[in-house]
T-cell receptor, first 114, second 115 residues
């Protein structure tokens, strides 16, 4: 059973471009969380999704950021018109239930905006 | 919302010594407190957790204590080994039962164990 797969591992974008980060949850996991980790800081909650539904997006910036978790395929975190301040490591975690103890994190996508 | 403070930010110990990392939280509704270990280039990995109905929990060389009254919890690693070197994060959540919860993380502690 493969772990939570995130790709790409590293992503470089110029200011103004779009960034698409993918998260394939573990088999049987229908709950996905996205977190952002700025340099030398802890992880900050962004959004929580269940299949086809956004349950809590209270940690997502109101503009330029969106997330989806379609019925088929990976969860996508999309950042439009990236700025330097978006440079961070983005982690997703998946879980088979709402039980946080059962959540596993992926290895993250490190986004660099130049 | 919840706020979690973690200290120290860096910790250096000799192999075989003990290491203690402390966290405080602000939301009295928080009832789940996990600790994560993050190695370079990897995602956080759950190493131990504690719920608010328990004061202490131990798993081999790792233990966690919780003081609900003072709103603080601590990670204790005994007989440290070089492979314990990593960044450690505490977190808190008000998740309970089947209610989902989101984690609020501390700032992290860089632990270095010298051989």
């Amino acid at each position: 059973n493969a772990g939570v797969m995130q790709n790409p591992r590293h992503l470089v974008r110029r200011r103004g471009q779009e960034a698409r980060l993918r998260c394939s949850p573990m088999k049987g996991h229908s709950h996905v969380y996205w977190y952002r980790q700025l340099p030398e800081e802890g992880l900050k909650f962004m959004v929580y999704l269940q299949k086809e539904n956004i349950i809590d997006e209270s940690g997502m910036p109101k503009e330029r950021f969106s997330a989806e978790f379609p019925k088929e395929g990976p969860s996508i975190l999309r950042i439009q018109q990236v700025v330097r301040g978006d440079s961070a490591a983005y982690f997703c975690a998946s879980s088979p239930t709402t039980e946080l103890k059962l959540a596993f994190f992926g290895q993250g996508t490190r986004l660099t905006v130049v | 919302g919840e706020n979690v403070e973690q200290h120290p930010s860096t910790l250096s110990v000799q192999e075989g010594d003990s290491a203690v990392i402390k966290c405080t939280y602000s939301d009295s509704a928080s009832n789940y407190f996990p600790w994560y270990k993050q190695e370079l280039g990897k995602g956080p990995q759950l190493i131990i957790d504690i719920r608010s109905n328990v004061g202490e929990k131990k798993d081999q060389r790792i233990a966690v204590t919780l003081n609900k009254t003072a709103k603080h919890f601590s990670l204790h690693i005994t007989e440290t080994q070089p492979e314990d070197s990593a960044v450690y994060f505490c977190a808190a959540s008000s998740a309970g039962g089947t209610s989902y919860g989101k984690l609020t993380f501390g700032q992290g502690t860089i632990l270095t164990v010298h051989p």
